[in-house]
């Protein structure tokens, strides 16, 4: 009954911007942290970013911090990810995670997961 569904991906030369959506249902959406995961060949799934249920704090990993912005829309039960100055090395699979817990515990052990969507960026 739990749906994760990410959508927006595709694309992108460097330098490029791109928006993800995470469409949600089947939970209390406003009472669930929300993460962005990514995955890129031969690599192990790392967190990008977490924002907790009331959207008052945000989380983002060294690789992106400045470059990645994450939002939320309870009203829309979906979370966004608003990625600007992309580089080759964020080519990968983004997934998205949710859970009734803090956001470091989210990024360490994971929650409910989305199916993904591609993001390449290349010239």
């Known amino acids: 009954q739990v749906q994760l569904v990410e959508s927006g991906g595709g694309l992108v030369q460097p330098g490029g911007s791109l928006r993800l959506s995470c469409a949600a249902s089947g939970f209390t959406f406003g009472t669930y942290a929300i993460a962005w995961f990514r995955q890129a060949p031969g690599k192990e799934r790392e967190g990008v970013s977490c924002i907790t249920s009331s959207g008052a704090g945000t989380v983002y990993a060294d690789s992106v911090n400045g470059r990645f912005t994450i939002s939320r829309d309870n009203a829309k039960n979906t979370v966004y990810l608003q990625m600007s100055s992309l580089k080759p090395e964020d080519t990968a699979v983004y997934y998205c995670?949710?859970?009734?817990?803090?956001?470091?515990?989210?990024?360490?052990?994971?929650?409910?997961w989305g199916q993904g969507t591609q993001v390449t960026v290349s010239s």
């Open positions: 995670a949710a859970a009734p817990r803090a956001c470091p515990l989210l990024l360490r052990e994971g929650g409910y």
